[in-house]
Protein backbone atom coordinates (compact mmCIF):
# COMPACT_ATOMS: atom_id res chain seq x y z
CA UNK A 1 0.00 0.00 0.00
CA UNK A 2 2.63 2.41 0.67
CA UNK A 3 4.90 2.06 -2.46
CA UNK A 4 1.01 2.29 -4.47
CA UNK A 5 1.00 6.51 -2.54
CA UNK A 6 4.46 6.94 -3.14
CA UNK A 7 4.04 5.72 -6.82
CA UNK A 8 0.77 8.07 -7.19
CA UNK A 9 2.40 10.95 -5.85
CA UNK A 10 5.74 11.00 -8.29
CA UNK A 11 3.07 10.82 -11.16
CA UNK A 12 1.33 13.22 -10.06
CA UNK A 13 4.88 15.83 -9.01
CA UNK A 14 5.68 14.75 -12.69
CA UNK A 15 2.25 15.69 -14.59
CA UNK A 16 2.75 18.89 -12.75
CA UNK A 17 5.74 19.26 -14.25
CA UNK A 18 5.19 18.36 -17.52
CA UNK A 19 1.94 20.86 -17.52
CA UNK A 20 4.22 23.65 -16.36
CA UNK A 21 6.81 23.17 -19.12
CA UNK A 22 3.47 23.32 -21.66
CA UNK A 23 2.78 26.45 -20.49
CA UNK A 24 6.08 27.95 -20.99
CA UNK A 25 6.64 26.94 -24.53
CA UNK A 26 3.06 28.82 -25.53
CA UNK A 27 3.62 32.42 -26.62
CA UNK A 28 1.09 35.52 -26.73
CA UNK A 29 0.99 35.45 -30.67
CA UNK A 30 -0.92 39.02 -29.94
CA UNK A 31 1.78 40.35 -28.11
CA UNK A 32 4.41 39.39 -30.74
CA UNK A 33 2.76 40.95 -33.32
CA UNK A 34 2.75 44.03 -31.24
CA UNK A 35 6.39 43.58 -30.28
CA UNK A 36 7.01 43.37 -34.35
CA UNK A 37 5.50 47.15 -34.52
CA UNK A 38 2.03 45.48 -35.47
CA UNK A 39 0.14 43.51 -38.05
CA UNK A 40 0.88 46.75 -40.88
CA UNK A 41 4.93 46.62 -39.99
CA UNK A 42 4.83 43.22 -41.06
CA UNK A 43 4.85 42.62 -45.27
CA UNK A 44 5.45 39.06 -44.81
CA UNK A 45 6.84 36.32 -43.17
CA UNK A 46 8.44 32.89 -43.20
CA UNK A 47 9.52 29.71 -41.32
CA UNK A 48 12.09 27.53 -41.67
CA UNK A 49 12.21 24.67 -39.03
CA UNK A 50 12.28 26.17 -35.52
CA UNK A 51 13.09 30.14 -37.34
CA UNK A 52 10.50 32.32 -38.25
CA UNK A 53 11.47 35.52 -40.03
CA UNK A 54 9.36 38.52 -40.31
CA UNK A 55 9.91 41.13 -43.07
CA UNK A 56 9.50 44.57 -41.73
CA UNK A 57 8.47 47.96 -42.97
CA UNK A 58 10.28 49.90 -40.47
CA UNK A 59 12.33 47.26 -38.38
CA UNK A 60 13.54 49.85 -35.32
CA UNK A 61 9.93 49.90 -34.56
CA UNK A 62 10.25 46.36 -33.89
CA UNK A 63 11.17 45.64 -29.25
CA UNK A 64 13.89 43.07 -29.71
CA UNK A 65 14.23 42.51 -26.12
CA UNK A 66 10.40 42.51 -25.12
CA UNK A 67 10.33 39.34 -28.33
CA UNK A 68 13.11 37.23 -26.06
CA UNK A 69 11.51 38.53 -22.65
CA UNK A 70 8.14 36.95 -24.56
CA UNK A 71 9.90 33.62 -25.07
CA UNK A 72 12.03 33.79 -28.22
CA UNK A 73 15.47 31.87 -27.47
CA UNK A 74 17.33 34.82 -29.88
CA UNK A 75 16.45 37.35 -32.28
CA UNK A 76 18.86 38.22 -35.17
CA UNK A 77 17.86 41.40 -36.85
CA UNK A 78 19.03 41.72 -40.72
CA UNK A 79 18.59 44.61 -42.93
CA UNK A 80 14.84 44.99 -42.37
CA UNK A 81 14.33 41.40 -41.28
CA UNK A 82 13.91 39.90 -38.16
CA UNK A 83 14.92 35.99 -37.37
CA UNK A 84 13.75 34.80 -34.23
CA UNK A 85 14.33 31.70 -32.63
CA UNK A 86 10.49 30.53 -31.45
CA UNK A 87 10.78 26.82 -31.48
CA UNK A 88 7.48 24.68 -32.37
CA UNK A 89 4.94 27.78 -32.22
CA UNK A 90 6.94 28.95 -35.39
CA UNK A 91 4.42 27.59 -37.93
CA UNK A 92 1.37 28.59 -35.43
CA UNK A 93 2.41 32.48 -35.45
CA UNK A 94 2.77 32.03 -39.11
CA UNK A 95 -0.88 30.71 -39.28
CA UNK A 96 -1.95 33.53 -36.83
CA UNK A 97 -0.24 36.39 -38.60
CA UNK A 98 -1.31 35.20 -42.13
CA UNK A 99 -4.50 35.55 -40.57
CA UNK A 100 -4.68 38.76 -38.99
CA UNK A 101 -3.61 40.10 -43.25
Known amino acids: MEYLIIILVLVIIL?????????????????LV????GKDNIIDTEINLS???????????ANKEGIQKLGAKGVVEIDNQLKIILGPDSKQLKKY?????
Open 15 to 31: LAILKANKKEAKIDFNK
Open 34 to 37: ELLG
Open 51 to 61: RFKANLKDVSK
Open 97 to 101: IDGLK
